[in-house]
């Protein structure tokens, strides 16, 4: 993983800012771990999003609502991996962060393509604590139609 900073006159982010923005992806993971949508949610700030293909949600309420569905249908039994590519500091207490990961099916052990994604994780300090304010997700596969290719039949 890269970190990456602009110049401040403190120097960088600490050592502890950097682990703390890096942990919040083991939080996301922990909270699919147990299927808990309140845990997932409270990763987020009051207005945080949360954006997926087809899929638009703000502040935890929604994001918490949405969860909790998708853990009792679409994502019952699943697990999510992820791991940061690159991590940014755009000031202080904002930093951007990358990752690569995807859900896992029930017995799998690697993330499958159709399952693979990339994430960016804006992340924000606010009363001391590292909390997510806007997350999106797209495929890291995508099938690119053919060049030349008609899409009628």
């Known amino acids: 993983m890269s970190t990456s ?3 401040t006159p403190a120097g960088g982010p600490a050592a502890a800012d ?3 923005v890096a942990a919040l992806t083991q939080r996301v993971v922990a909270a699919w771990a147990y299927q808990d949508a309140d845990s997932f ?3 987020f700030t ?3 999003t949360m954006i ?3 899929l638009f949600k703000k502040g935890p309420d929604e994001i918490r ?3 909790k569905d ?3 249908t679409t994502y019952k039994g699943t697990q999510v991996t992820g791991r940061p590519v690159d991590l940014r500091f755009l000031a ?3 930093a951007l962060l990358l990752t690569q990961g995807g859900v896992l099916a029930a017995g799998e052990s690697e993330v499958s393509d159709e399952q693979a994604i990339r994430a960016s994780w804006l992340c924000v300090k606010r009363d001391g604590e590292w909390r997510l304010a806007a997350y999106q997700n797209s495929p890291a596969v995508q099938s690119l139609p053919t060049p030349g290719a008609s899409s009628h039949a």
């Open 5 to 7: 900073t602009p110049k």
């Open 18 to 20: 950097q682990a703390a």
């Open 41 to 43: 949610a409270g990763v």
């Open 46 to 48: 009051e207005d945080g």
């Open 52 to 54: 997926l293909p087809g």
């Open 65 to 67: 609502a949405h969860m």
């Open 70 to 72: 998708a853990f009792e």
């Open 92 to 94: 202080p207490d904002v």
